[in-house]
């Protein structure tokens, strides 16, 4: 899943991954996951994440790669923010050769004031991590989780200095994938302006 921060990368793959019966991994919320455990690694990932600048690929694609190698053999897989260079693209055809690299690679595409909405409002339980957003998806009691009814946050990297730089390191580093898989036919373009349901439907349907 490949598009710029607030596309709805997070949303929608947790939607598939329940339709199509897979496992799937955001590589942002594994460091955000080391952070909340305190290890050396997410306090390295911390470091960079705050700023709204890239992981070293190294760190990153051990990361990943450990998570796929411990996934394999289920069917399939769903990877939401990797890879996002393409010396991480790279080293995952490469992890794949055997089974011939990824399917496809969806690229959501949203224009920007579109994501800088979404961004700035976006709220995230501190205990199961699920998102609501101040006007999209709002949770029924401001700023307190339906399902476990523990307090929201905002994420650092969604304060404005942090967005403005997440846009720019996009366009620069993970942008050019799109056309890497393009060339590779395995990309499929959605559209990601829309309700989460209908956004849905495309996805299923460009999966398919
Ligand atoms: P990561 O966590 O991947 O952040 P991101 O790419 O910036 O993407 P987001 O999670 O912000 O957006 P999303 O597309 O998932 O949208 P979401 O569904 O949340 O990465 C964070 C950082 O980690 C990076 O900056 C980097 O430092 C590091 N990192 C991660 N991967 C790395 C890698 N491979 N290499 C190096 N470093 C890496 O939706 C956003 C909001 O919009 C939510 O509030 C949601 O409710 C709302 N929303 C969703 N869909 C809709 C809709 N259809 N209509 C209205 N609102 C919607
Ligand atoms: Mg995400
Ligand atoms: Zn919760």
Redesign the pocket.
């Known amino acids: 899943m490949l598009?710029p921060?607030?596309?709805?990368?997070?949303?929608?793959a947790t939607l598939i991954a329940e339709n199509l019966k897979i496992p799937q991994i955001?590589?942002?919320?594994l460091?955000r996951d080391h952070q909340d455990r305190d290890t050396e690694l997410g306090r390295l990932?911390r470091s960079?994440?705050k700023d709204?600048?890239?992981?070293p690929?190294k760190v990153?694609i051990t990361m990943v790669m450990d998570w796929i190698e411990q996934n394999t053999g289920v069917g399939g897989f769903l990877l939401?923010?990797?890879?996002?260079?393409i010396a991480?693209a790279k080293a995952l055809d490469q992890a794949l050769a055997d089974s011939g690299g990824i399917d496809l690679a969806i690229y959501?595409n949203v224009p920007e004031t579109e994501l800088v909405h979404?961004?700035s409002?976006?709220l995230v339980c501190s205990k199961c991590k699920t998102?609501?957003?101040t006007d999209?998806?709002p949770p029924s009691e401001p700023c307190i989780c339906d399902k476990c009814i523990t307090e929201l946050n905002q994420r650092d990297?969604d304060k404005p200095e942090a967005i403005k730089k997440?846009f720019q390191?996009y366009q620069e580093e993970t942008a050019p994938l799109i056309d890497y898989y393009q060339v590779l036919g395995r990309l499929r373009e959605v559209n990601?302006v829309?309700?989460?349901e209908k956004?849905g439907e495309r996805m299923l349907k460009a999966l398919h």
């Open positions: 598009g921060p607030g596309a709805g990368k997070g949303t929608q955001s590589s942002g919320d460091f990932a960079y994440m709204g600048v890239l992981v690929d990153t939401d923010g990797f890879p996002r260079t991480q959501v979404r961004l409002g976006r998102q609501y957003h999209f998806a990297d997440r390191v990601g829309g309700s989460i956004i």
